[in-house]
Nanobody, 115 residues
Framework: QVQLLESGGGFVQPGGSLRLSCAAS????????MGWYRQAPGNQREMVAR???????NYADSVKGRFTISRDNAKNTVYLQMSSLKPEDTAVYYC?????????WGQGTQVTVSS
């Protein structure tokens, strides 16, 4: 079973930036996808960003141009660089992976954007 360890959440003012990290117990190069999802109170969980095995990415319309997903295969880590943060970005952010042997979720990390 793959395990995902998240870090980087915190409190920032609107317009600020945060970088989330997701470290995997296995080689991320073997996973079909890795991505970030978020869920705010009263809302459904939504896909934020995904990166595929071959390196292509996609994003939710609400974060395009502001968030960037990337990876470091040598470190088995996926990142989410978040810039120009807005209060509506406040949510618990979850790391996710899907591979040939199944999927896994991280425990979530809180991101709060407030003045």
């Amino acid at each position: 079973q793959v395990q995902l360890l998240e870090s980087g959440g915190g409190f920032v003012q609107p317009g600020g930036s945060l970088r989330l990290s997701c470290a995997a117990s296995g080689s991320i190069s073997s996973f079909y996808t890795m991505g970030w999802y978020r869920q705010a109170p009263g809302n459904q969980r939504e896909m934020v960003a995904r990166i595929f095995r071959i390196g292509t990415t996609n994003y939710a319309d609400s974060v395009k141009g502001r968030f960037t997903i990337s990876r470091d295969n040598a470190k088995n880590t996926v990142y989410l660089q978040m810039s120009s943060l807005k209060p509506e970005d406040t949510a618990v952010y979850y790391c996710n992976t899907m591979g040939a042997t199944g999927g896994a979720w991280g425990q979530g990390t809180q991101v709060t954007v407030s003045s």
